[in-house]
């Protein structure tokens, strides 16, 4: 199984921008839909980017046009670069494995979750 380490959260003003990283190891991810998800306090986790092994990108409305997702093969890596960020962004991150289709669904994830990384977005 994928052991799944995200990194890059902090503390950040309104408008500001942070860069996300998801490791991976155990096994080479460059064949599988890759996915970062979401989850605020007292809310379910939910879909933010995903990237298919042929770098095709998908988002949430919400974050069109701010967010964009990216891999590095090489590295094992994904990353999730986040401007123009808003209050609402406000959660912890979370990324994973994810199947050629529903990779907005959560409970379809393949791997174990990892810590996450949290982000905040002040006002």
């Known amino acids: 199984q994928v052991q799944l380490v995200e990194s890059g959260g902090g503390l950040v003003q309104a408008g500001g921008s942070l860069r996300l990283s998801c490791a991976a190891s155990?096994?080479?991810?460059?064949?599988?839909?890759m996915g970062w998800f979401r989850q605020s306090p007292g809310k379910e986790r939910e879909f933010v980017a995903a990237i298919t092994w042929t770098s095709t990108a998908y988002y949430t409305d919400s974050v069109k046009g701010r967010f964009t997702i990216s891999r590095d093969n090489a590295k094992n890596t994904v990353y999730l670069q986040m401007n123009s960020l808003k209050p609402e962004d406000t959660a912890v991150y979370y990324c994973?494995?994810?199947?050629?289709?529903?990779?907005?669904?959560?409970?379809?994830?393949?791997?174990?979750w990892g810590q996450g990384t949290l982000v905040t977005v002040s006002s």
């Open positions: 155990g096994r080479t991810i460059s064949s599988y839909t």
């Open positions: 994973n494995t994810l199947p050629s289709g529903g990779w907005d669904n959560p409970q379809n994830a393949l791997d174990a």
